[in-house]
């Protein structure tokens, strides 16, 4: 033993009393958690599942509804839900972004701009050519690939069926497929970014270094099929999900791609700052979460800029741009 070194009992003890200490620290820790999680679960969810379930079961008749029209031609019923919906909200949601970026109207959505100075207005032409892409990518690729993933999901149950999933299970499937995105975007999102594939594949998405809502899915056919399809279809083909949950999951996985993209950071919606960022830098916030970012590195510079200091869901109506200027000193 070195001189100056604690005796083995002394050790022992600290030893024994940082064990017991963790132990308790733990004890504590998981006690609040499943406190709050108890508590959580018999609010939150209680009424959500009011609203799904118990509401006179309203979801259920609905859903019961539109099988007996549909009966007997699933596979309509499969592309109309993973398809002709999904796209119909896409599009709604799109149709209005882009009467902002080409009028600078409503006042109210354009000064909450992130890149100050930029599609003011937008290229009109850029635009066009931007839309009649992503329409292209729907009809000739997207559609295709879900007529495809029918026969897979009918192997794996039954996508069409009568019953709707519950509440919680449709919770559970949900955190599934963001998880699964989050891998297999991140993963085909830095490959794609490799220098022998960017100049052929993904450089047509970078084109717009201040994206607008439509550039969602502004992309080459490959990055189309393997990084904006593939990715939110493995869950649910993994989950053996049902047709209204995929419906549910592509609509939301829609309008999320669309804010990140959308330029804007509007009050009360997810930031899109982390991959507009992406689109200003190129080398930086690959993912959609972050999760994996964080785990490899790929944020370090983001973690240093304004962006990240705005990466907050707005919970008023001042733009962050005045809240947290350009020009002030880094607050801590
Ligand atoms: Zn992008
Ligand atoms: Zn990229």
Redesign the pocket.
């Known amino acids: 033993m070195a001189e100056g070194e604690p005796s083995y009992a002394v050790q022992r003890r600290s030893q024994n009393g940082q064990v017991w200490d963790s132990v308790k620290k733990t004890a504590f820790v998981l006690g609040t958690g499943l406190f709050i999680f108890a508590a959580f679960r018999n609010s939150v969810t209680w009424h959500c599942q009011q609203f799904w379930g118990a509401s006179g079961d309203f979801w259920q008749a609905q859903w019961g509804k539109v099988y007996d029209v549909f009966e007997g031609n699933e596979m309509l019923l499969f592309c109309l839900g993973t398809m002709l919906i999904p796209s119909l909200s896409f599009w709604l949601f799109n149709a209005f972004l882009m009467f902002s970026d080409l009028t600078g109207k409503p006042q109210f959505i354009t000064k909450y701009r992130i890149q100050l100075g930029k599609n003011e207005p937008v290229d009109a032409d850029k635009l066009k050519h931007a839309a009649i892409t992503v329409f292209c990518n729907q009809i000739f690729l997207s559609l295709p690939m879900v007529l495809l993933m029918y026969p897979v999901m009918q192997w794996r149950g039954n996508p069409c069926g009568p019953e709707l999933p519950t509440f919680h299970w449709v919770l559970l499937e949900l955190s599934v497929f963001v998880l699964v995105e989050e891998i297999l975007f991140y993963y085909s999102?830095r490959l794609?970014?490799h220098p022998a594939l960017y100049k052929h594949i993904?450089k047509k998405?970078?084109e717009w270094t201040a994206p607008v809502g439509v550039v969602s899915l502004y992309a080459h056919p490959l990055e189309h099929i393997f990084s904006n399809m593939l990715p939110s279809m493995v869950g649910p083909m993994l989950m053996g999900s049902h047709v209204a949950t995929i419906m549910l999951w592509f609509c939301l996985a829609l309008i999320t791609t669309t804010i990140s993209h959308c330029g804007y950071h509007l009050p009360f919606l997810p930031s899109p700052e982390f991959h507009d960022f992406?689109?200003l830098k190129?080398n930086q916030c690959?993912g959609v979460l972050g999760v994996l970012d964080h785990l490899h590195g790929t944020d370090l510079v983001f973690k240093q800029t304004k962006a990240f200091e705005r990466h907050i869901l707005l919970m008023n109506l001042t733009p962050l741009s005045q809240s947290i200027p350009e020009n002030t000193k880094k607050s801590k």
């Open positions: 999102h794609v970014h993904h998405h970078h992406h689109h190129f690959y």
